[in-house]
């Protein structure tokens, strides 16, 4: 699989994640879609307008069209949830087709992020990459606010990984895809391709992912140990219950099955590290290992599969790329949820946009 396939790939996997997330809102009322809620972007209708004008912002960029400060400054929240969930999808399936006419060449192409005083210059590639985190970021806040209303948290993880396909069968069936538009098998060129402009990418995510967790580990580490243990309706309840369940998954699950060709059996929920100084060394310790796993991958394994045994016993093989791209989005859901969680406890959130980190590599370089 080549990087312009990888970014197709997310590109359907982040629409699936969208359409499922507006469904679980749909019960809701437009009171409860609008009431404030703790969180960056303070209710539920300015966290996903939000989504929708950087979204559009991105679009733009990538497509090389003309007045892009003219275009945000004059963006047009929606005010009703399917006026939302409409343009939403709109702009889903334009980023789809956006990144299914992509080859590496274009991938790896500069674009020109207009600021309106400054005109910033990035690759394709990572500003579709910085979208898609940003996506998974806020819609992680979301998932947050849903836990004090009466519809119930979707699961947003499903759609990157080919063994859930019995998990995705109803959003597809929703959108009339097939799940070989999500794995399409790859022709025998294809599987010759050089891996290099995908393996860079991938260097790139687990590079931000060490950033990441640093940069939240700075704000957590201000939170009060009442704060930092309190049940605020999280996933895993507690800011500590999910930075453990990121050790767990990301650190004891995902990389011992990469790295190591093991398959330990643990529970999602486990508590591996109670000492929360201890646990943010750990995790940053864990994250360190990723970019130096990456940078040590050859053609074959890129282009191949993962096998191993999941937590309930099956066997699983899976495509080598995508599944290593779900291990990093993974990451920035839960990232997003502590986001909200810290907003709630009163304490400022980390900026977490995967550029930000690409102007600090830009700045560190000169």
Do not use: K
Not at 71 to 96: G, K, N
């Amino acid at each position: 699989m080549g990087l312009a396939e990888h970014l197709s790939r997310q590109a359907r996997a982040n629409g699936l994640a969208n359409r499922r997330l507006h469904a679980a809102l749909a019960g809701l009322d437009e009171a409860a879609f609008h009431a404030p809620r703790t969180g960056f972007f303070p209710s539920l209708a300015s966290t996903l307008n939000h989504i929708l004008a950087v979204d559009g912002y991105y679009l733009a960029a990538l497509r090389g069209e003309p007045d892009m400060p003219r275009r945000w400054t004059e963006f047009r929240p929606a005010a009703r949830l399917d006026e939302l969930a409409a343009r939403q999808a709109a702009q889903d399936e334009a980023l789809i087709a956006h990144c299914e006419a992509l080859d590496d060449a274009r991938a790896a192409a500069s674009v020109a992020l207009d600021r309106g005083e400054t005109v910033q210059h990035d690759r394709a590639a990572d500003v579709l990459q910085h979208l898609f985190m940003h996506q998974t970021h806020h819609r992680g806040q979301a998932h947050a606010m849903l836990s004090g209303t009466p519809a119930p948290p979707p699961q947003l993880d499903e759609f990157l990984l080919a063994s859930d396909a019995p998990l995705r069968e109803a959003d597809l069936r929703g959108l009339g895809w097939s799940e070989a538009q999500l794995f399409p098998p790859a022709p025998e060129a294809a599987r010759a391709e050089p891996t290099a402009p995908l393996r860079a990418h991938l260097a790139t995510l687990a590079r931000y992912g060490l950033w990441a967790t640093r940069r939240l580990a700075e704000r957590v580490a201000a939170l009060p140990e009442a704060d930092y243990r309190r049940d605020v309706g999280l996933f895993f309840r507690s800011v500590h219950g999910t930075l453990n369940h990121l050790l767990v998954a990301e650190h004891h699950l995902w990389y011992p099955r990469f790295a190591e060709g093991c398959s330990p059996r643990l529970r999602l929920d486990d508590e591996l590290e109670h000492d929360r100084a201890r646990l943010a060394e750990r995790l940053e310790a864990g994250a360190r290992r990723w970019p130096a796993f990456v940078a040590a991958l050859d053609e074959s394994r890129l282009g191949g599969t993962l096998a191993y045994v999941t937590t309930t016993g099956q066997p699983a093989d899976l495509p080598f790329a995508a599944t290593l791209a779900h291990v990093f989005n993974h990451g920035s859901h839960h990232r997003g949820q502590i986001s909200a969680a810290l907003s709630a406890l009163g304490q400022p959130a980390p900026e977490l946009d995967l550029v930000r980190m690409l102007q600090d590599e830009a700045r560190a370089a000169r």
